[in-house]
Protein backbone atom coordinates (compact mmCIF):
# COMPACT_ATOMS: atom_id res chain seq x y z
CA UNK A 1 0.00 0.00 0.00
CA UNK A 2 1.62 3.82 -0.72
CA UNK A 3 2.21 5.83 1.61
CA UNK A 4 0.50 8.58 2.09
CA UNK A 5 3.13 12.09 2.23
CA UNK A 6 2.99 14.15 5.92
CA UNK A 7 4.22 17.39 6.13
CA UNK A 8 7.34 17.26 8.10
CA UNK A 9 6.64 18.07 11.77
CA UNK A 10 8.64 20.08 14.88
CA UNK A 11 10.83 17.78 16.75
CA UNK A 12 8.38 17.28 19.41
CA UNK A 13 11.70 17.12 21.93
CA UNK A 14 12.87 20.43 20.65
CA UNK A 15 12.27 22.91 23.29
CA UNK A 16 9.03 25.23 22.52
CA UNK A 17 10.25 28.93 21.47
CA UNK A 18 13.39 27.06 20.59
CA UNK A 19 14.41 30.04 18.10
CA UNK A 20 17.49 30.34 20.10
CA UNK A 21 18.76 27.15 20.17
CA UNK A 22 22.17 28.08 19.95
CA UNK A 23 21.98 30.21 23.24
CA UNK A 24 20.77 27.48 25.02
CA UNK A 25 23.70 25.89 24.05
CA UNK A 26 26.30 28.06 24.75
CA UNK A 27 24.73 28.43 28.43
CA UNK A 28 24.52 24.57 28.93
CA UNK A 29 28.44 25.26 27.98
CA UNK A 30 28.70 27.88 30.54
CA UNK A 31 26.90 26.13 33.22
CA UNK A 32 29.31 23.21 32.87
CA UNK A 33 32.56 25.01 32.64
CA UNK A 34 31.00 26.61 35.82
CA UNK A 35 30.16 23.25 37.76
CA UNK A 36 33.47 22.23 36.82
CA UNK A 37 35.43 24.93 37.73
CA UNK A 38 33.78 24.84 41.21
CA UNK A 39 35.42 21.34 41.72
CA UNK A 40 38.86 22.44 41.25
CA UNK A 41 39.09 26.24 42.21
CA UNK A 42 39.15 25.73 45.99
CA UNK A 43 41.89 23.35 46.17
CA UNK A 44 44.37 26.57 45.54
CA UNK A 45 42.43 27.90 48.56
CA UNK A 46 42.81 25.27 50.75
CA UNK A 47 46.06 26.55 53.01
CA UNK A 48 44.08 30.11 53.59
CA UNK A 49 41.23 28.47 54.53
CA UNK A 50 42.66 26.53 57.17
CA UNK A 51 44.46 29.49 58.54
CA UNK A 52 42.19 31.71 58.45
CA UNK A 53 38.90 29.57 60.19
CA UNK A 54 42.07 27.87 62.31
CA UNK A 55 41.47 24.28 61.41
CA UNK A 56 43.65 21.46 60.35
CA UNK A 57 44.47 20.74 56.41
CA UNK A 58 42.47 17.53 56.46
CA UNK A 59 39.65 19.44 57.53
CA UNK A 60 39.73 22.04 55.04
CA UNK A 61 39.77 19.46 52.59
CA UNK A 62 36.32 18.87 53.19
CA UNK A 63 35.60 22.54 51.44
CA UNK A 64 36.56 20.40 48.12
CA UNK A 65 35.61 16.82 49.22
CA UNK A 66 31.89 17.66 50.14
CA UNK A 67 31.11 19.19 47.46
CA UNK A 68 32.45 16.34 44.66
CA UNK A 69 30.70 14.14 47.26
CA UNK A 70 27.44 15.94 47.00
CA UNK A 71 27.73 15.68 43.05
CA UNK A 72 28.94 12.31 42.39
CA UNK A 73 26.43 10.75 45.15
CA UNK A 74 23.09 12.40 43.47
CA UNK A 75 23.82 12.45 39.83
CA UNK A 76 22.38 9.31 38.72
CA UNK A 77 19.05 10.24 41.48
CA UNK A 78 18.92 13.35 39.95
CA UNK A 79 18.73 11.69 36.51
CA UNK A 80 15.90 9.31 37.55
CA UNK A 81 14.11 12.34 38.96
CA UNK A 82 14.11 14.51 35.94
CA UNK A 83 12.69 10.98 33.86
CA UNK A 84 10.07 10.86 36.36
CA UNK A 85 10.97 8.08 38.30
CA UNK A 86 8.91 5.32 38.28
CA UNK A 87 5.80 6.64 39.13
CA UNK A 88 6.82 8.01 42.36
CA UNK A 89 6.71 11.41 40.87
CA UNK A 90 5.95 13.36 37.87
CA UNK A 91 8.82 14.68 36.73
CA UNK A 92 10.06 17.85 36.59
CA UNK A 93 9.75 20.35 33.88
CA UNK A 94 13.19 22.05 31.76
CA UNK A 95 12.41 25.52 33.04
CA UNK A 96 11.91 24.77 36.72
CA UNK A 97 14.68 22.47 36.84
CA UNK A 98 17.13 24.87 35.45
CA UNK A 99 16.01 27.77 37.64
CA UNK A 100 16.14 25.14 40.92
CA UNK A 101 19.61 23.88 40.02
CA UNK A 102 21.09 27.43 39.23
CA UNK A 103 19.48 29.61 41.89
CA UNK A 104 20.63 26.78 44.51
CA UNK A 105 23.69 26.71 42.98
CA UNK A 106 24.29 30.59 43.43
CA UNK A 107 22.88 30.88 46.87
CA UNK A 108 25.16 28.37 48.29
CA UNK A 109 28.40 29.97 47.00
CA UNK A 110 26.94 32.94 49.02
CA UNK A 111 26.50 30.57 51.91
CA UNK A 112 29.71 28.92 51.14
CA UNK A 113 31.51 32.67 51.17
CA UNK A 114 30.26 34.15 53.99
CA UNK A 115 31.07 31.00 56.23
CA UNK A 116 32.66 32.25 59.73
CA UNK A 117 33.72 28.38 60.83
CA UNK A 118 34.27 25.41 58.87
CA UNK A 119 31.49 23.14 60.04
CA UNK A 120 29.19 26.03 58.25
CA UNK A 121 31.46 25.97 55.08
CA UNK A 122 31.23 22.19 54.76
CA UNK A 123 27.78 21.84 54.68
CA UNK A 124 27.68 24.71 52.29
CA UNK A 125 29.57 23.44 49.86
CA UNK A 126 27.70 19.65 50.15
CA UNK A 127 24.45 21.77 49.54
CA UNK A 128 25.89 23.30 46.68
CA UNK A 129 27.03 19.80 45.06
CA UNK A 130 23.49 18.56 45.41
CA UNK A 131 22.26 21.29 43.02
CA UNK A 132 25.32 21.00 40.43
CA UNK A 133 24.75 17.36 40.48
CA UNK A 134 21.64 18.64 38.90
CA UNK A 135 23.08 20.99 36.60
CA UNK A 136 25.63 18.58 35.44
CA UNK A 137 22.55 15.87 34.34
CA UNK A 138 20.51 18.85 32.59
CA UNK A 139 23.36 19.81 30.26
CA UNK A 140 23.53 17.09 28.08
CA UNK A 141 19.88 16.94 27.79
CA UNK A 142 18.92 20.60 27.45
CA UNK A 143 22.02 20.25 24.54
CA UNK A 144 19.69 16.96 22.73
CA UNK A 145 16.51 18.81 23.16
CA UNK A 146 17.47 22.52 22.07
CA UNK A 147 19.00 21.24 18.67
CA UNK A 148 17.66 18.66 15.98
CA UNK A 149 19.68 15.48 15.77
CA UNK A 150 21.57 16.34 12.98
CA UNK A 151 23.43 19.23 14.98
CA UNK A 152 23.70 17.31 17.97
CA UNK A 153 27.37 16.70 17.49
CA UNK A 154 28.28 20.14 17.34
CA UNK A 155 26.21 21.01 19.82
CA UNK A 156 27.22 18.51 22.01
CA UNK A 157 31.10 19.26 21.91
CA UNK A 158 30.24 22.91 23.92
CA UNK A 159 29.63 21.35 27.13
CA UNK A 160 31.65 18.11 26.43
CA UNK A 161 34.87 20.39 25.75
CA UNK A 162 34.22 23.57 28.21
CA UNK A 163 33.59 21.19 31.28
CA UNK A 164 36.82 19.92 31.28
CA UNK A 165 38.23 23.10 30.32
CA UNK A 166 36.62 24.23 33.85
CA UNK A 167 38.34 21.77 35.65
CA UNK A 168 41.51 22.31 34.09
CA UNK A 169 41.80 26.00 34.18
CA UNK A 170 40.54 26.12 38.09
CA UNK A 171 43.42 26.23 39.91
CA UNK A 172 45.47 29.07 37.53
CA UNK A 173 42.12 31.19 37.76
CA UNK A 174 41.88 30.84 41.60
CA UNK A 175 45.55 31.30 42.55
CA UNK A 176 44.81 34.80 40.56
CA UNK A 177 41.44 35.37 43.09
CA UNK A 178 43.04 34.67 45.83
CA UNK A 179 46.40 36.76 45.76
CA UNK A 180 44.03 39.55 44.86
CA UNK A 181 41.09 39.20 46.67
CA UNK A 182 41.48 36.24 49.23
CA UNK A 183 39.62 32.78 49.24
CA UNK A 184 36.28 33.98 49.94
CA UNK A 185 36.59 35.49 46.14
CA UNK A 186 37.52 31.78 45.00
CA UNK A 187 33.68 31.11 45.87
CA UNK A 188 31.79 33.66 44.37
CA UNK A 189 33.51 33.51 40.76
CA UNK A 190 30.67 31.50 39.14
CA UNK A 191 27.90 34.16 40.41
CA UNK A 192 27.72 36.37 37.32
CA UNK A 193 27.39 33.26 35.26
CA UNK A 194 24.31 32.17 37.34
CA UNK A 195 22.47 35.84 37.15
CA UNK A 196 23.02 35.23 33.25
CA UNK A 197 21.66 31.97 33.06
CA UNK A 198 18.68 32.87 35.62
CA UNK A 199 17.93 35.97 32.83
CA UNK A 200 18.60 33.54 29.63
CA UNK A 201 16.09 30.84 31.26
CA UNK A 202 13.62 33.19 32.70
CA UNK A 203 13.66 34.95 29.09
CA UNK A 204 14.13 31.75 25.80
CA UNK A 205 12.96 28.49 27.89
CA UNK A 206 9.03 28.02 28.10
CA UNK A 207 6.90 28.03 30.57
CA UNK A 208 5.30 24.65 31.64
CA UNK A 209 6.30 22.69 34.03
CA UNK A 210 6.71 22.55 38.03
CA UNK A 211 9.17 21.01 40.83
CA UNK A 212 7.73 17.83 42.39
CA UNK A 213 9.36 16.60 44.97
CA UNK A 214 10.48 12.97 44.94
CA UNK A 215 8.45 10.04 46.72
CA UNK A 216 10.24 8.06 49.46
CA UNK A 217 10.91 4.93 47.64
CA UNK A 218 13.46 7.29 45.38
CA UNK A 219 14.78 9.56 48.53
CA UNK A 220 16.09 5.33 49.70
CA UNK A 221 17.64 4.42 46.19
CA UNK A 222 19.31 7.45 46.36
CA UNK A 223 20.73 7.30 49.63
CA UNK A 224 21.93 3.65 48.87
CA UNK A 225 23.44 4.23 45.68
CA UNK A 226 24.37 7.59 47.05
CA UNK A 227 26.59 5.68 49.55
CA UNK A 228 27.82 3.35 47.63
CA UNK A 229 29.55 5.88 45.12
CA UNK A 230 30.11 8.10 48.41
CA UNK A 231 31.83 5.13 49.80
CA UNK A 232 34.47 4.72 46.81
CA UNK A 233 34.91 7.97 46.18
CA UNK A 234 36.40 8.38 49.68
CA UNK A 235 38.49 5.62 49.55
CA UNK A 236 40.00 6.59 46.55
CA UNK A 237 40.94 9.91 47.86
CA UNK A 238 42.25 9.10 51.25
CA UNK A 239 44.04 5.82 50.04
CA UNK A 240 47.41 7.47 48.87
CA UNK A 241 48.38 8.79 51.92
CA UNK A 242 46.27 6.25 53.97
CA UNK A 243 46.17 3.08 52.74
CA UNK A 244 43.53 2.16 55.41
CA UNK A 245 41.06 3.83 53.90
CA UNK A 246 40.64 1.18 51.07
CA UNK A 247 38.67 -0.62 53.66
CA UNK A 248 35.77 1.99 53.11
CA UNK A 249 35.63 0.55 49.44
CA UNK A 250 34.46 -2.68 50.75
CA UNK A 251 31.06 -1.03 51.89
CA UNK A 252 30.46 -0.24 47.95
CA UNK A 253 29.68 -3.60 47.42
CA UNK A 254 26.93 -4.19 50.07
CA UNK A 255 25.26 -0.78 49.26
CA UNK A 256 24.95 -1.15 45.44
CA UNK A 257 23.92 -4.95 45.75
CA UNK A 258 20.76 -3.74 47.80
CA UNK A 259 20.32 -0.89 45.56
CA UNK A 260 20.31 -3.03 42.82
CA UNK A 261 17.50 -5.54 43.78
CA UNK A 262 15.31 -2.69 44.81
CA UNK A 263 12.64 -1.49 41.89
CA UNK A 264 14.15 1.68 41.46
CA UNK A 265 17.31 0.17 39.93
CA UNK A 266 15.35 -1.63 37.19
CA UNK A 267 15.00 1.21 35.04
CA UNK A 268 18.84 2.39 35.01
CA UNK A 269 19.59 -1.57 34.21
CA UNK A 270 17.55 -1.32 31.32
CA UNK A 271 18.22 1.63 29.97
CA UNK A 272 22.08 0.91 29.94
CA UNK A 273 21.28 -2.54 28.32
CA UNK A 274 18.61 -0.99 25.91
CA UNK A 275 21.25 1.43 24.16
CA UNK A 276 24.09 -0.96 23.13
CA UNK A 277 26.63 1.64 24.88
CA UNK A 278 27.89 0.21 27.77
CA UNK A 279 31.21 0.70 26.54
CA UNK A 280 30.97 4.33 25.66
CA UNK A 281 30.23 4.84 29.46
CA UNK A 282 33.32 3.09 30.61
CA UNK A 283 35.65 4.70 27.81
CA UNK A 284 34.50 8.22 29.43
CA UNK A 285 35.60 6.37 32.63
CA UNK A 286 38.92 5.60 31.44
CA UNK A 287 39.63 8.42 29.50
CA UNK A 288 38.69 10.79 31.96
CA UNK A 289 40.94 8.89 34.37
CA UNK A 290 43.92 8.99 32.10
CA UNK A 291 43.32 12.94 31.37
CA UNK A 292 43.78 13.58 35.21
CA UNK A 293 46.59 11.03 35.77
CA UNK A 294 48.40 12.82 33.06
CA UNK A 295 48.02 16.03 34.69
CA UNK A 296 48.83 15.04 38.27
CA UNK A 297 51.94 13.48 36.84
CA UNK A 298 53.66 16.21 34.54
CA UNK A 299 52.82 18.74 37.30
CA UNK A 300 54.45 17.42 39.75
CA UNK A 301 57.23 15.98 37.58
CA UNK A 302 57.72 19.52 35.97
CA UNK A 303 58.11 21.38 39.16
CA UNK A 304 59.88 18.48 41.54
CA UNK A 305 62.18 17.21 39.57
CA UNK A 306 62.82 19.57 36.97
CA UNK A 307 62.77 22.90 38.81
CA UNK A 308 60.12 24.89 36.89
CA UNK A 309 58.30 27.70 38.97
CA UNK A 310 53.98 27.01 39.48
CA UNK A 311 53.63 29.56 36.71
CA UNK A 312 56.26 28.09 34.12
CA UNK A 313 54.33 24.60 34.99
CA UNK A 314 51.34 26.14 34.41
CA UNK A 315 52.31 27.70 30.95
CA UNK A 316 53.80 24.39 30.10
CA UNK A 317 50.69 22.51 31.10
CA UNK A 318 47.94 25.11 29.31
CA UNK A 319 49.03 23.39 25.87
CA UNK A 320 46.69 20.84 26.42
CA UNK A 321 43.24 22.83 27.50
CA UNK A 322 44.32 25.22 24.29
CA UNK A 323 44.49 22.59 21.75
CA UNK A 324 41.65 20.85 23.29
CA UNK A 325 39.50 23.70 22.66
CA UNK A 326 40.76 24.16 18.96
CA UNK A 327 39.97 20.83 17.95
CA UNK A 328 36.81 20.50 20.02
CA UNK A 329 34.06 22.10 17.80
CA UNK A 330 35.81 19.98 14.79
CA UNK A 331 34.86 17.26 16.52
CA UNK A 332 31.48 18.18 17.01
CA UNK A 333 31.31 18.83 12.96
CA UNK A 334 32.78 15.57 11.81
CA UNK A 335 30.47 13.45 14.30
CA UNK A 336 27.53 15.06 12.52
CA UNK A 337 28.74 14.12 9.19
CA UNK A 338 30.16 11.05 9.88
CA UNK A 339 28.71 9.92 12.98
CA UNK A 340 29.59 9.95 16.38
CA UNK A 341 31.40 6.73 16.88
CA UNK A 342 34.20 6.67 14.54
CA UNK A 343 34.96 10.08 15.39
CA UNK A 344 34.79 9.10 19.05
CA UNK A 345 37.89 6.42 17.73
CA UNK A 346 39.83 8.49 15.94
CA UNK A 347 40.21 11.32 18.98
CA UNK A 348 40.95 8.45 21.42
CA UNK A 349 44.32 7.11 19.19
CA UNK A 350 45.07 10.56 19.18
CA UNK A 351 45.10 10.94 22.86
CA UNK A 352 46.62 7.52 23.52
CA UNK A 353 49.12 8.53 21.02
CA UNK A 354 50.03 11.55 23.03
CA UNK A 355 50.30 9.81 26.02
CA UNK A 356 52.56 6.97 24.87
CA UNK A 357 54.48 9.56 23.79
CA UNK A 358 54.90 11.22 27.24
CA UNK A 359 55.53 8.18 28.64
CA UNK A 360 58.37 7.60 26.16
CA UNK A 361 60.18 11.03 26.82
CA UNK A 362 59.51 10.98 30.85
CA UNK A 363 62.74 10.11 32.99
CA UNK A 364 65.08 13.26 33.59
CA UNK A 365 65.85 16.17 31.40
CA UNK A 366 62.26 17.50 30.95
CA UNK A 367 62.46 20.21 29.15
CA UNK A 368 59.24 22.73 28.31
CA UNK A 369 59.44 22.63 25.19
CA UNK A 370 59.43 18.68 24.44
CA UNK A 371 56.58 18.07 26.72
CA UNK A 372 54.06 20.97 25.45
CA UNK A 373 53.76 19.86 22.14
CA UNK A 374 53.35 16.08 23.48
CA UNK A 375 50.58 17.44 25.48
CA UNK A 376 48.71 19.09 22.76
CA UNK A 377 48.37 16.25 20.91
CA UNK A 378 46.82 14.47 23.57
CA UNK A 379 44.59 17.79 24.13
CA UNK A 380 43.90 17.72 20.18
CA UNK A 381 42.40 14.06 20.73
CA UNK A 382 40.52 14.84 23.46
CA UNK A 383 39.02 17.76 22.13
CA UNK A 384 37.97 15.57 19.24
CA UNK A 385 36.74 12.84 21.77
CA UNK A 386 34.78 14.82 24.08
CA UNK A 387 31.84 15.63 22.29
CA UNK A 388 31.20 12.76 19.88
CA UNK A 389 31.32 10.22 22.97
CA UNK A 390 28.76 12.78 24.51
CA UNK A 391 26.51 12.71 21.34
CA UNK A 392 27.14 8.71 21.19
CA UNK A 393 25.41 7.79 24.71
CA UNK A 394 22.85 10.27 24.62
CA UNK A 395 21.78 9.47 21.26
CA UNK A 396 21.25 5.67 22.32
CA UNK A 397 19.15 6.60 25.45
CA UNK A 398 16.19 4.65 25.36
CA UNK A 399 12.30 6.74 24.87
CA UNK A 400 12.05 8.51 28.44
CA UNK A 401 15.52 7.84 30.28
CA UNK A 402 17.75 10.83 28.73
CA UNK A 403 18.34 12.12 31.60
CA UNK A 404 19.90 8.51 33.27
CA UNK A 405 22.04 8.55 30.36
CA UNK A 406 23.29 11.99 30.93
CA UNK A 407 23.67 10.83 34.90
CA UNK A 408 25.64 7.67 34.09
CA UNK A 409 27.84 10.23 31.40
CA UNK A 410 28.62 12.75 33.84
CA UNK A 411 28.65 9.82 36.79
CA UNK A 412 31.18 7.78 34.66
CA UNK A 413 33.53 10.95 34.31
CA UNK A 414 33.30 12.13 37.78
CA UNK A 415 34.36 8.39 38.68
CA UNK A 416 37.20 8.46 36.26
CA UNK A 417 38.31 11.95 37.95
CA UNK A 418 38.92 10.75 41.38
CA UNK A 419 40.34 7.52 40.04
CA UNK A 420 43.23 8.74 37.96
CA UNK A 421 45.37 10.48 40.39
CA UNK A 422 44.47 7.72 42.86
CA UNK A 423 46.16 5.33 40.19
CA UNK A 424 48.89 7.65 39.20
CA UNK A 425 50.18 7.87 42.88
CA UNK A 426 49.81 4.18 43.89
CA UNK A 427 51.71 3.91 40.59
CA UNK A 428 54.46 5.98 41.16
CA UNK A 429 54.96 5.30 45.03
CA UNK A 430 55.34 1.85 44.10
CA UNK A 431 58.56 2.34 41.35
CA UNK A 432 61.46 4.60 42.30
CA UNK A 433 61.89 8.13 41.76
CA UNK A 434 63.24 8.32 38.17
CA UNK A 435 60.83 5.81 36.57
CA UNK A 436 58.12 6.12 38.53
CA UNK A 437 56.80 8.91 36.44
CA UNK A 438 57.16 6.77 33.53
CA UNK A 439 55.36 4.08 34.84
CA UNK A 440 52.31 6.60 35.74
CA UNK A 441 51.98 7.98 32.47
CA UNK A 442 51.99 4.72 30.86
CA UNK A 443 49.07 3.45 32.99
CA UNK A 444 47.18 6.69 31.94
CA UNK A 445 48.17 6.01 28.11
CA UNK A 446 46.37 2.08 28.35
CA UNK A 447 43.52 3.45 30.16
CA UNK A 448 42.89 5.61 27.43
CA UNK A 449 44.02 3.17 24.67
CA UNK A 450 41.16 1.16 26.10
CA UNK A 451 38.76 3.33 24.94
CA UNK A 452 39.62 2.86 21.54
CA UNK A 453 38.88 -1.19 22.36
CA UNK A 454 35.77 -0.28 24.31
CA UNK A 455 34.29 2.16 21.26
CA UNK A 456 35.43 0.24 18.57
CA UNK A 457 33.16 -2.71 19.93
CA UNK A 458 29.48 -2.16 18.41
CA UNK A 459 26.60 -4.40 20.76
CA UNK A 460 23.55 -4.38 19.62
CA UNK A 461 20.86 -2.45 20.86
CA UNK A 462 17.74 -4.57 22.37
CA UNK A 463 14.37 -2.90 23.45
CA UNK A 464 11.80 -4.86 24.87
CA UNK A 465 7.99 -3.83 24.58
CA UNK A 466 7.73 -4.98 27.81
CA UNK A 467 9.56 -2.20 29.68
CA UNK A 468 8.06 1.01 27.69
CA UNK A 469 6.35 1.72 30.74
CA UNK A 470 9.37 2.72 32.69
CA UNK A 471 10.93 4.34 29.70
CA UNK A 472 7.95 6.84 29.26
CA UNK A 473 8.45 10.36 30.22
CA UNK A 474 5.51 12.03 31.62
CA UNK A 475 4.24 15.19 30.21
CA UNK A 476 6.38 18.42 31.03
CA UNK A 477 8.84 16.35 32.05
CA UNK A 478 12.62 17.47 31.66
CA UNK A 479 13.23 14.70 29.20
CA UNK A 480 10.87 13.17 26.46
CA UNK A 481 11.51 11.23 23.75
CA UNK A 482 12.01 12.18 20.00
CA UNK A 483 8.71 10.64 18.43
CA UNK A 484 9.22 8.70 14.82
CA UNK A 485 8.95 11.57 12.70
CA UNK A 486 11.84 13.33 14.11
CA UNK A 487 13.96 10.75 13.97
CA UNK A 488 16.47 10.30 11.08
CA UNK A 489 15.27 7.95 8.82
CA UNK A 490 16.83 7.20 5.38
CA UNK A 491 15.86 7.68 2.07
CA UNK A 492 12.62 6.54 0.37
CA UNK A 493 14.58 5.17 -2.68
CA UNK A 494 16.18 2.75 0.17
CA UNK A 495 13.96 0.98 2.57
CA UNK A 496 15.41 0.29 5.98
CA UNK A 497 16.34 -3.26 6.30
CA UNK A 498 14.84 -5.12 9.09
CA UNK A 499 15.89 -4.81 12.57
CA UNK A 500 17.77 -1.75 11.64
CA UNK A 501 17.87 0.90 14.60
CA UNK A 502 17.62 4.86 14.23
CA UNK A 503 20.75 5.44 15.54
CA UNK A 504 23.96 5.02 13.90
CA UNK A 505 22.90 2.27 12.32
CA UNK A 506 22.91 -0.12 15.45
CA UNK A 507 20.67 -2.86 15.70
CA UNK A 508 17.61 -2.87 17.49
CA UNK A 509 16.60 -5.97 17.93
CA UNK A 510 12.54 -6.44 19.18
CA UNK A 511 11.95 -9.31 21.33
CA UNK A 512 7.88 -9.29 21.50
CA UNK A 513 6.49 -10.85 24.58
CA UNK A 514 3.46 -11.28 27.12
CA UNK A 515 3.45 -7.31 27.48
CA UNK A 516 3.28 -6.96 23.96
CA UNK A 517 0.65 -9.17 23.38
CA UNK A 518 -1.29 -7.70 26.50
CA UNK A 519 -0.71 -3.82 25.08
CA UNK A 520 -2.36 -4.76 21.74
CA UNK A 521 -5.18 -6.27 23.41
CA UNK A 522 -5.21 -3.17 25.19
CA UNK A 523 -5.27 -1.02 22.52
CA UNK A 524 -8.30 -3.20 20.75
CA UNK A 525 -9.93 -2.00 23.48
CA UNK A 526 -9.49 1.76 23.53
CA UNK A 527 -6.56 1.94 25.71
CA UNK A 528 -4.19 4.49 24.26
CA UNK A 529 -2.20 5.18 21.45
CA UNK A 530 0.58 2.40 20.30
CA UNK A 531 3.60 2.21 21.40
CA UNK A 532 6.33 2.74 19.31
CA UNK A 533 8.37 -0.14 18.24
CA UNK A 534 12.28 -0.17 18.24
CA UNK A 535 12.48 1.80 15.14
CA UNK A 536 10.63 4.53 16.62
CA UNK A 537 7.36 4.10 14.74
CA UNK A 538 3.83 2.69 15.63
CA UNK A 539 3.10 -0.65 14.80
CA UNK A 540 0.65 -0.63 11.86
CA UNK A 541 1.45 2.29 10.31
CA UNK A 542 2.84 2.87 6.37
Known sequence: MPQRE??????????????????????????????????????????????????????????????QLAVVALLLPAGRWLDGGSGDNGGIG?????LLAVSGFALFSLVSAAAPWMA??????????????????????????AVPPERRGRAMS????????????????????????????????????????????????????????????PLTDAALFGGAVASLLLALTFAPTAPGWLLLALATVPLALWWRRRPGARPVVDAVRASGVLGGYAAICALAAGFTAMHYVVALKLQEDSGLSATSTGLTVLAFPLAMALLGPLGGRLADRYGPRPVAVVGAVVTASGLTLLALRSGDGWTQGDIAWRLAVAGAGTGLYGGPTQTLVMSAAPPGAMGIAGSLAQLSRSLGFALGPALASATWGMADSRDGARYALALAAAAVWSCVLLLSVRRPRTLHPADTRTATAPAGSAVTAAPAADRPRPPRSAPRRAGEGAEGGDQAQVRPGRAARTARWGRSRGAGPPAPDANGSAPGRG
Open 94 to 98: PRPAL
Open 120 to 145: WLAVARIAQGCFAALLFVLMPVLVMR
Open 158 to 217: VPATLGPLGAVTGPALGGVLLDAFGWRAVLLVKLPVCLFALLVVARVLPGPGRVTAPGRR
Open 6 to 67: TAPRRPAELLAGGRHPWILVSLAGALSFVAMLDMTIVTIALADIAADLDVSASMAQWAVLGY
